[in-house]
């Protein structure tokens, strides 16, 4: 039996060290406007190895020592070092430098790695029992929800939780998280995890002929999804069974024009992003429900956009 190292990183927040680096992740949300946001680093961590017997005819799920599967395995807060790495993009990370462990066998040929990172914990759904005899098309499918302690902060939890995109691949053209070296007696494997929730940078206008009809005091943003696709991000086509509504109450210095962000499970319908919303006219005492349309920063297909919305109100409610 060989305990294989297995070290992780998350992007941080310095976009200097990435400039003319065409790809680079270094800002906590693809597009990020560029305002400083404060972020946790993550407590719990998700991680699913998926070893290939050597004849090639089983593949296992192996889990790291110490992984329960309910609450995933603990991280220590002080064993979190910020790095940048040697690549050609040159991304600032932050990098968890105790080393997470998994035990493998010696009937072994191939290993790919599956990993997730969460502030608070989150169900896992679709992962079978360890030592079950899985492959990587159920591992990718596998969904989540935020759990209790996320309730009242949703938008907080999904901005510090990370993984690793099923179709993010290497310079070999493979999956990104398949282990190096695996069959000998050194395996390793370094991983960066991405965002799995979205930035939505919403900006709103009232026009000039009407401000005197409305003030804006409260937008609602409603059926946001807690939960999706932890792998693959970007599929989510409806919301999970379980939504929240996040409120921005506005004052007097944004009852005409502001902008609010805000994280989101990015959920495509129709081709685009839609968010329902009730916007409130303190008025007129009078609220009014209303889909935006949102526009994603890039058509990347592996990591989510950052996504821009505009609510322009011509008319008074």
Do not use: C
């Not at 200097?16 to 270094?26: F, I, V």
């Not at 400083?36 to 799920?61: A, H, Q, V, W």
């Not at 999706?228 to 024009?257: H, I, R, V």
């Not at 005492?285 to 109100?313: E, H, L, M, R």
């Amino acid at each position: 039996m060989v305990r294989m190292p297995i070290v992780l990183a998350i992007p941080a927040n310095d976009a200097s060290l990435t400039a003319g680096a065409a790809g680079a992740k270094a800002t906590r949300a693809e597009g990020d406007p560029g305002t400083y946001e404060k972020f946790e680093l993550p407590k719990y961590l998700y991680i699913y190895l998926l070893n290939t017997s050597i004849d090639g005819t089983r593949t296992t799920l192996l889990e790291p020592e110490g992984m329960n599967g309910a609450t995933g395995y603990p991280l220590g807060k002080d064993k979190w070092v910020k790095t940048t790495t040697q690549d050609s993009n040159k991304d600032s990370i932050y990098t968890y430098t105790d080393e997470i462990r998994i035990i493998i066998p010696e009937d072994r040929s191939k290993g790919v790695v599956y990993a997730a990172m969460s502030t608070v914990p989150i169900t896992v759904n679709g992962v079978p029992e360890r030592g079950t005899s899985t492959d990587a098309a159920t591992i990718e499918k596998a969904t989540f929800a935020l759990g209790s302690d996320a309730t009242g902060k949703e938008s907080e939890a999904l901005k510090n939780l990370y993984s690793s995109p099923y179709n993010l691949k290497n310079a070999n053209g493979d999956y990104y998280g398949q282990v190096s070296d695996y069959a000998t007696n050194s395996p390793y494997i370094n991983m960066v995890l991405y965002h799995v929730g979205a930035k939505l940078d919403l900006q709103w206008n009232v026009d000039a002929s009407v401000q005197d009809k409305v003030k804006l005091s409260k937008i609602e943003l409603r059926g946001l999804s807690s939960g999706g696709y932890l792998f693959m991000p970007l599929k989510n086509t409806s919301a999970s069974t379980s939504t929240y509504s996040e409120t921005f109450s506005l004052d007097a210095g944004s009852q005409w024009y502001g902008r609010q962000a805000t994280y989101v499970i990015p959920v495509k319908t129709d081709g685009s992003y839609q968010f329902p919303m009730t916007l409130t006219n303190s008025v007129s005492s009078q609220a009014t429900k209303t889909t935006a349309t949102a526009t994603p920063s890039t058509t990347n297909s592996v990591f989510v956009p950052w996504i821009y919305g505009t609510i322009k109100v011509k008319k008074s409610f």
